[in-house]
């Protein structure tokens, strides 16, 4: 029908013959030019009422002039009938056939696009989706700004629910990416603190064992210790604050930091009572007074000098002095206490000789020390037996001595010089501090010098060398007033809007940030004096627990809203429909989001449970869809079969086998199908109802060519034809029987013998004059033809008809079937 429809629009110039039979019986031009006008006006008034793609598409090759051609194809959109242009002009209108292929071109590629962006859409939403349920957290952060920055490209172009899906995985990735920096920062402050625990340990222990080897003729600076004390103490406060610290390590702290306080107040007991040890120390043993010997066992109470620390030259006097009168005791017990100073002294002496073996001075010295305090608990009977023994090894400890003294004076001499090269140099104060410290250890470490010219010289390069670090410890002294001054600020501020806070109107996000900034810069507030901040470090903690209350009201507030909403995602896993339930459970992610403040910890065991839910949601819809698809591609082999079947039937068949093959496509369910396969189906049965049309409208012009025979012939039975055909005969005016079949010539776009021409000219004129012609529809045509045939066949029976013009009719006839 479609090749019918192009003839009726047929108005372009006619072939060769036919321009010489019309130049022989039509009348002159100007009637001829009139009617190519009135026909390229119609054209033009087709074009400006904005026809429809199939009248567009015909124009576009059967229009009479190149500007119309080219206007109608100018309008054209769709794609099928761009192709069908294409093909026909191809070879007749290289204008038409280039706007008309550029057009094609552009649709192509705005498919090809459009399935790019798609692919990529779906790419980057399963990507999103991935990354949300990955375990892989290496480059997490760097491989999601990926995905956002590739977004952002499509984004104009995704569909409403592809860009929440896409959301909803993205936000799922910044809540796990913000949980990973959080366990990050969490992991690197606990081991900050650790490092910090471990140095201060390290510190203090170190500390108390240069204190175990000091020399006894001086005493540790008092000022260095007290600093120490604090700066260490306030280190521990910071690095086991909101952490867990282990009992041993706790344990070994509180010992170590035990053992240097005991230190300290022996020190401080000793500097406060100097003068009285003095004093006391003057007095001989005989010339000492009950009230003096009182006076030392007190000071020695009071001054409790720690056990494993070396006690200092000035309290050797005090505690010979302290010794009470010896009580009478009974001679069994004086024999058992002389056997077992005896012993003891042996056991001494015995070490002595060891130590002198391996040249230890240091260990010797104290041994032999030790040695004469057990000999002088000796009665003369039992000491005589170690007088020459104790003599060698005295002459021993002294030659040991000399070895030691030559042996170590040039190490001296080096440490000294490099005290008094380290004094003139410029350094940092705390490595110009730490190394002085470092020669003063040597220095201990060679046992010390009995030469008091060698020690003065290190002791004053020393004191030179240290005096710039006591500038710099001065200021630091005031940077830790100014950090006190600084935390007291923070208090200040702090409980002005504690005070000051509404709290039913409050934003808690901006709270829960106050908190954090509080705390973080009274962290960088550091380091301060710890007596001192006693009373602040009070007051701040007294305020964040103000200001904490609050906020864990409105955390477990929250909290318990989310639980509730655990709840009901964890009923919705088997609520039916799905569709209902999916619904919810995205609305309940919105409200989740809405949701405020709430405990870390507590806040991701919800989180957990509520997307454990919604997983479990939508994998039933995963779940559906698979077996979806797996309905669809069972659905699609058997329809494929049956299409098989369908497209193995010819249009040229008989219309039984025809019917046959549409009826089997008609019982296929379109809804199980995929699109692919429906469309070829719906295709198929398109061709299976044109080829049906087809058939049946070759059979119906078979009977009418009958009926026009039957006439010619003169047997047509008028009670064979039609209901229908007086009521069509009667919608056309009187025609003669030539007039019927020059006009369905017209209309089957067959040409009409030359004599025949000008009253084919004629009617044609006359049809456009009533509106038909080139704008005249297939289905109006054909309905045409069957009036004119109507017509003929109901003529009078004494009008005999003309065998030739019946012939001719019948022509016009088959010129429709082939079309």
Known sequence: MAAFLQKLFKSRKPSAPDRKAQARIQPPAEPVEDTRAQLREEQLQVLQAGPTQKVAASLAIEGLTADTRLRAA???????????????????DKSVYQVVRQKLQVIRDEQAHKEAVSATISALTRNAKDQAKSDDTKLYEARLETLLNQWAKVEPEATPDQLSEFLESVHLCRERLSDLKAAQAAEELQREQQLQREETLELIARTLDDLRSQPTEALASLASLDALQK?????????????????????????????????????????????????????????ANPEDREQASTLIKEINWPEGFPAPDLLAPLYKLA??????????????????????????????????????????????KTAQQYLKTLDHRNSKTFQARIQLLTGQLRELTDWQGFATEPKQIALCEQMEYLAEQ??????????????????????????RTMWTRFKQAS???????????KAKSGLKQANLEKRKTICAELEHFVNGADWSTIDWKAVEHILQAARQEWKSAWPVEFRDNRQVQKQFDELLKKLEAPIDDERRKNEALKVAIVEQAQALISHEPLQEAMSKAKALQTDWKAIGITRHREDRKLWQAFRKACDDIFARRDSERSEQQRATQEADTAAEAMLEQALSVDSGQDIYALEQALTLLRSLDATQTSA???????????????????????????????????????????????????????????LDDHEIVIRAEILSGIPSPEVDQKRR?????????????????????????????????????????????????????DALIIS
């Open 463 to 473: 004191d030179k060398a240290y005096e710039p670090c006591k500038t710099y410890f």
């Open 426 to 451: 410029s350094m940092e104060p705390e490595a110009k501090s730490e190394r002085i410290k470092e020669l003063q250890k040597e220095w201990r470490e060679l046992g010390g010098s009995s030469d």
């Open 231 to 287: 700066t260490q103490e306030n280190r521990w406060l910071e690095a086991t604050r909101d952490t867990q610290v282990e009992k041993q390590q706790q344990k070994a702290y509180e010992t170590s930091m035990m053992a240097l306080r005991n230190y300290m107040s022996a020190v401080r007991h000793i500097s406060q009572a100097k003068e009285t040890l003095h004093a006391l120390s003057a007095l001989a043993d005989e010339d």
């Open 676 to 734: 692919a396969v429906t469309e070829k189906i719906q295709k198929e049965k398109q061709r299976l109802n044109q080829a049906i049309a087809a058939q049946r409208l070759k059979a119906g012009i078979a009977e009418w060519q009958a009926l026009i025979l039957a006439r010619a012939e003169g047997d047509l039975d008028s009670g064979a034809l039609p209901d229908k055909w007086p009521q069509l005969a009667e919608s056309l005016p009187e």
């Open 761 to 813: 000219m004629e009617i044609q004129v006359q049809r456009l004059a009533e509106g038909m012609g080139s704008s005249e529809k297939a289905d109006s045509a054909l309905r045409s033809v069957e009036s004119l045939v109507a017509s003929w066949c109901l003529k009078a029976p004494d009008k005999a008809a003309d065998p030739a013009l019946a012939e001719r009719l019948n022509k016009a006839l």
């Open 323 to 368: 010794k009470k009168p010896k009580a009478p005791v009974k001679k069994n017990d004086d024999q058992k206490q002389q056997q077992a100073a005896t012993e003891s002294l042996k056991a001494t002496l015995n070490q002595l000789e060891e130590a002198l073996e391996a040249k230890q001075l240091k260990e010797s010295r104290h041994l032999l």
């Open 74 to 92: 100018g309008l054209l959109q769709d794609a099928e009938l761009l192709q069908q242009v294409q093909k026909q002009a191809k070879n007749r």
